[in-house]
């Protein structure tokens, strides 16, 4: 995410969840470990699925120490470490360690503290002496509907070559060593500093080559920060740009959403991009240095080979790669609450308002669908130009209306 910043690809794309970017340093190895490292031809380790959630995110399920029952992690490019949501910890009655150290994000700057020297246990492969610092993730279980247990980053991808292939869901693990990727496709050479960096051209009223967080925990496509859109006038006078909003660990805080003409990485050429732009406040970009972040709904349309023995990542096409850019809208924020999904966001002048649906609202049908799966209605509500019907339970009171879902284009 960047542990930093995650979206949920929510309804419509109206919000977006940007886990925090992490500022805890992470102690790159040295020059001589990383030569020893790549000295070898690097061999697989293990293989295994993992499940995607709107927005590109990754999923791993994985077990700690000798506590029997999985965890949902999520795999994270922009976290500079390893984390445990608070209420897990909780759970395990895991021992917690107070510490110095802060966590820079949207809207919070705060002391963290850690679960110390935990064995993560992945099929077929033992990862030890891990410190995790520990979160809430009880929002960011509600926005995907399913219990997220932790993020796992740095601590992790800095020890291994991590394949991800999204053609058929499934992780590879392999040793640190000389290895050989797909003869298609490009080679970015990041700089990590425990979050990789990226050169990217962003192209609208005018070009401008900037630096970006390479983050496939935002499930979003490109953000860019306030200081840089007002700094490199990359937008152009009068474009339409519609306010929104963005969960962090510190709660909600206000977006805007528009489109960009133009997104190159590398040689790869991404035409209307949908955009988030947000009031940095905590410079968690460390602005000039980075203008914001490219998330995973642009990343997933690559199978990634994330090598940071190298300071390498491959990204080939996949079968996603000419998939459609979302650009539906309808002001709403839905949630996972006890068992039921909830409305709990309606943005002013937004389709959801016009539909005359209210924060409180219980969805119970969209359409004729009424698995109460808050992945499938999302889904749903991303049907630019769809008129749907909306069956909700106001006040134990059931409430039909219709929404149209329109582009912000």
Same mark, same amino acid.
């Given at each position: 995410m960047t542990q930093r910043l995650l979206n949920t690809k929510n309804t419509g794309r109206t919000l977006i969840f940007l886990a925090v970017i992490l500022f805890?340093? *992470?102690?790159?190895? !040295? =020059?001589?470990?990383?030569?020893?490292?790549?000295?070898?031809?690097?061999?697989? $380790?293990?293989?295994?699925?993992?499940?995607v959630l709107s927005g590109g995110i990754v999923i791993i399920k994985v077990?700690?120490?000798? %506590?029997?029952?999985?965890?949902?992690?999520?795999?994270?490019?922009?976290s500079g470490g390893v984390s445990l949501d608070s209420g897990t910890? =909780? %759970?395990?009655?895991?021992?917690?360690?107070p510490s110095e150290r802060m966590i820079r994000g949207i809207g919070s700057l705060r002391k963290v503290s850690y679960v110390t020297n935990r064995t993560? #246990?992945?099929?077929?492969?033992?990862?030890?002496?891990?410190? &995790? #610092? $520990?979160?809430?993730? =009880?929002?960011l279980t509600s926005v995907n509907g399913i219990k997220i247990d932790g993020?796992?980053?740095?601590?992790?991808l800095n020890r @291994?070559?991590?394949?991800?292939?999204?053609?058929?869901?499934?992780? =590879?693990?392999?040793?640190?060593? /000389?290895?050989? @990727?797909? +003869?298609?496709?490009?080679?970015?050479?990041?700089?990590?500093?425990?979050?990789?960096?990226?050169? *990217?051209?962003? /192209?609208?009223?005018? !070009?401008?080559? !900037?630096? &970006? @967080?390479?983050? /496939?925990g935002a499930g979003l496509y490109f953000l860019m920060s306030e200081d840089f859109r007002r700094d490199s006038s990359i937008l152009i006078p009068g474009k339409r740009i519609i306010n929104t909003q963005a969960e962090g660990l510190s709660g909600k805080n206000a977006m805007q959403l528009t489109i960009v003409k133009e997104l190159q990485l590398d040689r790869y050429k991404f035409k209307k991009v949908p955009t988030h732009i947000f009031e940095d406040v905590y410079n968690v970009t460390a602005y000039p240095y980075l203008g914001g972040l490219i998330g995973n709904d642009l990343l997933r349309r690559f199978n990634l080979t994330v090598n940071y023995g190298r300071k390498e990542i491959h990204m080939l096409p996949n079968s996603h790669f000419n998939e459609a850019f979302d650009y539906s809208y309808t002001g709403l924020g839905i949630y996972m609450i006890e068992g039921h999904v909830v409305i709990e966001d309606v943005l002013k002048d937004s389709p959801g308002e016009k539909a005359g649906l209210m924060p409180g609202d219980i969805i119970? *049908?969209?359409?004729?669908?009424?698995?109460?799966?808050?992945?499938?209605?999302?889904?749903?509500?991303?049907?630019?130009? *769809?008129?749907? +019907?909306?069956?909700?339970?106001?006040?134990?009171?059931?409430?039909?209306?219709?929404?149209?879902?329109?582009? $912000?284009m």
């Open positions: 805890i340093s *992470a102690c790159s190895p !040295s =020059e001589s470990t990383q030569k020893n490292k790549t000295a070898y031809t690097a061999t697989l $380790i293990t293989r295994f699925p993992f499940t077990t700690l120490d000798d %506590f029997p029952d999985s965890l949902n992690f999520i795999l994270d490019t922009g910890v =909780e %759970f395990l009655r895991l021992p917690k360690v993560l #246990h992945m099929p077929k492969l033992d990862v030890p002496h891990l410190d &995790f #610092h $520990i979160n809430d993730y =009880e929002l993020i796992i980053g740095y601590s992790f @291994y070559i991590v394949k991800i292939n999204y053609d058929n869901s499934m992780l =590879e693990v392999w040793n640190q060593g /000389t290895i050989r @990727y797909p +003869k298609r496709g490009i080679i970015l050479k990041p700089v990590i500093n425990g979050i990789p960096v990226v050169d *990217a051209i962003i /192209t609208d009223r005018r !070009s401008s080559l !900037s630096r &970006f @967080y390479f983050d /496939t119970i *049908a969209i359409d004729n669908n009424i698995t109460g799966n808050i992945q499938t209605y999302k889904n749903m509500l991303q049907a630019v130009g *769809a008129k749907l +019907k909306i069956l909700v339970s106001r006040d134990g009171k059931p409430f039909m209306t219709n929404l149209k879902v329109v582009s $912000i």
